[in-house]
Structure formats: structure tokens, C-alpha cells
Nanobody, 128 residues
């Protein structure tokens, strides 16, 4: 059974940092793409693409987080990470990781339907 489990969310003051983890089981990172999305309060049907990493070395960031967030992965642990620095109240959201068993074309990386697996989400709250 394929599972993605996010952890590392919590409450932090503006300017602070958090590191989210996405632990995968049931598949390996050998040929993969992992993305982080976030869902803002009051928007249950919308998820914004945050960051993307794939086994072909591609890394992308959404405009609102570029320069503050860093995505990485540890294939030995089958875990992806999202280091979030200089957090702002507008970063408050539920963060989800998603995975697909092949790198995606650039135009598809923020398309939710392109991902095969999703985690349950972890809440990040940034206070002002």
C-alpha cells in the first residue's frame, strides 16, 4: 500500500522557520516526482503549488515562496522535506505532499490531477 505521511507542521511566529517532512512507503524515490501543495483556510477546493522536486534533478518553486522555502529529498529514507524560512502569516495553510512515479513536464507540475498519491496534510499556522 502506498502512503505519504506529512509531519513537522505547527504554530510559529512570523519570521520563524519550520521543516516539513513527507515520508513515503510502498514505493521508492528512484524515479519519482514529489510536490508540496497548500490549501488556505476557507478554500477547500483549491490547492496552491508550493514546490516540486523530481528524480531528473528538476526543482521548482511557486512565486510566493521562492527564496524562502527549500525542497529536498533523501532517497535513502524515502523522505522529502520542505524547509520553510522567513514565514509569513499568509503562509498559514494545510500543506500536502503529493507524488507521482515519473517526472512531470513543466506545464504539469502544479496540476493536481497529475499526482497519483497524496498525504493527509499537516497544518502550518504563522502568527503575526
Amino acid at each position: 500500500e502506498v502512503q505519504l505521511v506529512e509531519s513537522g507542521g505547527g504554530l510559529v511566529q512570523a519570521g520563524g522557520s519550520l521543516r516539513l517532512s513527507c515520508a513515503a512507503s510502498g514505493f521508492t524515490f528512484d524515479d519519482y516526482a514529489i510536490a508540496w501543495f497548500r490549501q488556505f483556510p476557507g478554500t477547500p477546493t483549491e490547492r496552491e503549488g508550493v514546490s516540486y522536486i523530481s528524480s531528473d534533478g528538476s526543482i521548482f518553486y511557486g512565486d510566493s515562496v521562492r527564496g524562502r522555502f527549500t525542497i529536498s529529498s533523501d532517497n535513502t529514507k524515502n523522505t522529502a522535506y520542505l524547509q520553510m524560512n522567513s514565514l509569513k502569516p499568509e503562509d498559514t495553510a494545510v500543506y500536502y505532499c503529493a507524488a507521482v512515479s515519473r517526472p512531470l513536464q513543466v506545464l504539469m507540475i502544479w496540476v493536481r490531477s497529475g499526482y497519483e498519491y497524496w498525504g493527509q496534510g499537516t497544518q502550518v499556522t504563522v502568527s503575526s
